[in-house]
């Protein structure tokens, strides 16, 4: 028997990450009562400062977008610390919403707070 002195490893990318700007992350808590999905963009509630799905149609704060976040959390159960993007360059079709919410809703509020938004094609 022959042993092999090539190991092969594969990875997968998520295609989120868009472009070569600096990356900054900071800690968010996300609020209890779903899971959330890798490019959800997260805004914070103004009463707790804790993280769910931007949606423009709300008045609480979370109608403005805060950051990106870098993984699916399931916090279907308890509120859970998680990490979200708040400064890099972005594949627009990989971002979540909340509500009826758009990539072209947020677009702007996303660029003025460093979160570079573009189009890109899968690897």
């Known amino acids: 028997m022959t042993e092999s002195l090539v190991k092969t490893f594969s990875t997968s990318y998520d295609n989120l990450v868009a472009g070569s700007a600096e990356i900054q992350t900071m800690p968010v808590t996300l609020k209890s009562g779903r ?5 959800s963009v997260i805004a914070l509630a103004t009463a707790d400062s804790k993280g769910v799905l931007v949606d423009s149609s709300k008045t609480d ?3 403005n977008p805060f950051g990106i976040l870098t993984d699916d ?4 159960t308890a509120d859970v610390q998680a ?3 708040v400064a890099g360059e972005f594949n627009g079709a990989a971002l979540v919403f909340g509500g009826t919410d758009t990539l072209d809703k947020h677009k702007q509020a996303l ?3 460093g979160l570079i938004i573009r189009k890109t094609k899968k690897a």
Do not use: F
Not at 35 to 39: E, S
Not at 73 to 76: K, L, P, S, W, Y
């Open 35 to 39: 899971a959330y999905l890798c490019g």
């Open 111 to 113: 660029r003025n707070i």
């Open 73 to 76: 959390v399931d916090a279907t």
């Open 83 to 85: 990490v979200v993007y």
């Open 61 to 63: 704060g979370t109608q």
